[in-house]
């Protein structure tokens, strides 16, 4: 592998806050992956592991592998994706990162520009995953360089209680019935807004991410060309949130102290909803009893998110993060977070167990979440293609839609910021 022993990269952070920072890089050829079966005594090591949001990466399951193993496990969370970027790209190559670092999906191709500072998976784990999970961490030299942890097939979650004192259907089935298209889920929502005066969904940057996630191209082509500003797709997508999802949202964007006390409050009544959304909200809601899951999403399927781990090559204990990756991304324990919280597996020896089909979650008034995220899957035809600026490209969209949303700008100025910002990365 090319040596990259000094590399600078644009680092967008929060809200359009760019920092120049410097990787350390390896030199010469990655080595070898080792294989997961390799015996070592751990007892007595300790672990750091860095996510975000939730992974169902509970105490609980941490003690399970700390009983198996001997290895201790400090978990950290950040508040987001964003802040757990920020923090990534500021240390990997150098110190202060994790032993095992959670990566999201809309920054993972970022990530793999620099494969050469994460130490590859074991050979013997190769074909664990889906194949378009494990094609995407596999760099130019062949080396499989993250564990793949969930993927991310949308559904709608619905307040049953909320839709009935609106006069909507509050069967699931019947609920999954109202959302064929983008057309009937704004019209139900204009329908909702006008009878209760009360915001429909929770956020409308999660239905721009909901309608990007359905594209084939984005921001970027394959082969490098940005396409961002010219793209007639995105311009649509922008179009449609400004002037149909802003009125029926509730928030701009997501995970403000607000709008996680407004799940339980009853401020708005439905939300695009990937698996892993599902622990979210209950564990912010957790005496709501009206949660359901529709299995349904407007024209067809989309994913969103869904992340990997890896494991810095500088680590100190590089042996005991790999068995720490491997052990939280098997397909068994991949199904016990599920089952903390939603995080759906992106294996197919979990997706094919009775343990998955045949889960029923509780809080969502026993809806049968694991065979709803099967068929959600399997409604998804599109794998947008993400580039290396697409986390920056995207972020500074929704800044565009929470400007107008804000009455900060309006749509055609904010969209005329937003060109320029392009431009500038």
């Known amino acids: 592998m090319k040596s990259r022993a000094l590399r600078r990269i644009g680092l967008m952070a929060g809200v359009a806050t760019t ?16 294989s997961s079966g390799d015996a070592e005594d751990f007892e007595g090591v300790e672990l750091t592991l860095a ?29 987001t994706s964003n802040d757990a970027r920020a923090n990534f790209f500021q240390k990997l190559g150098k110190t202060g990162l994790a032993d095992v670092e959670a990566v999201e999906v809309d920054w993972f191709t970022e990530m793999m520009q620099y494969s050469d500072l994460v130490a590859p998976v074991p050979e013997d784990l190769k074909g664990r995953w889906l194949d ?14 993250a564990y793949g ?6 559904a709608v979650c619905f307040r049953q209680d909320l839709f009935e004192a609106a006069g909507l259907p509050t069967d699931r089935e019947e609920v999954a019935g109202l959302f064929p298209t983008w057309d009937a889920f704004f019209d139900v929502a204009d ?23 359905q594209l084939e191209i984005a921001y970027e082509q394959p082969d490098g060309t940005i ?22 949202s509730a928030y701009a964007g997501q995970w403000s102290e607000d709008w996680f006390a407004s799940m339980a409050s009853g401020e708005f009544a439905a939300m695009l909803c990937p698996p892993w959304m599902h622990g979210i909200i209950e564990g ?15 024209e067809g399927g989309g994913n969103w998110g869904g992340s990997y781990l890896v494991v810095p090559a500088n680590g100190k204990n590089v042996a005991a993060a790999q068995k720490l990756a491997d ?59 993400k580039g290396e600026k697409y986390f920056q490209f995207h972020d500074a969209l929704q800044n565009a839609v929470t400007r107008v949303f804000d009455k900060i700008e309006d749509k055609s100025t904010s969209w005329d910021t937003w060109v320029n910002e392009v431009s500038a990365f």
């Open 19 to 34: 920092a120049a920072i410097v990787l350390a890089g390896c030199s010469g050829t990655a080595s070898p992956a080792p």
């Open 51 to 79: 996510t975000f949001n939730d992974f169902g990466y509970t105490d609980e399951l941490l003690d399970e592998f700390e009983a198996e193993t001997g290895i201790t496990v400090v978990h950290n969370k950040a508040a």
């Open 132 to 145: 378009w999970k494990e094609k995407a961490a596999t760099d130019a030299e062949g080396n499989l360089v």
């Open 149 to 154: 942890t969930d993927v991310g097939p949308q």
């Open 191 to 213: 329908d909702y807004v006008a009878k209760t005066g009360k915001p429909f969904i929770d956020s409308a940057n999660s239905v721009l991410q909901g309608l990007v996630n």
């Open 227 to 248: 396409v961002a500003t010219e793209n007639e797709d995105i311009r649509a997508a922008y179009d449609t949130v400004v002037d149909r999802a802003i009125p029926i």
């Open 284 to 298: 912010n809601a957790p005496d709501v009893d009206g949660w359901d899951i529709a299995n349904a999403f407007p």
């Open 327 to 385: 052990w939280l991304t098997a397909p068994e324990t991949q199904i016990k977070a599920f089952n903390n919280a939603g995080t759906f597996p992106s294996q197919p020896d979990a997706q094919e167990s009775a343990d998955l089909t045949g889960f029923v979650n509780a809080y969502f008034n026993d809806a049968p979440s694991g065979a709803i995220g099967i068929d959600r899957a399997n409604a998804i035809t599109v794998a947008t293609y």
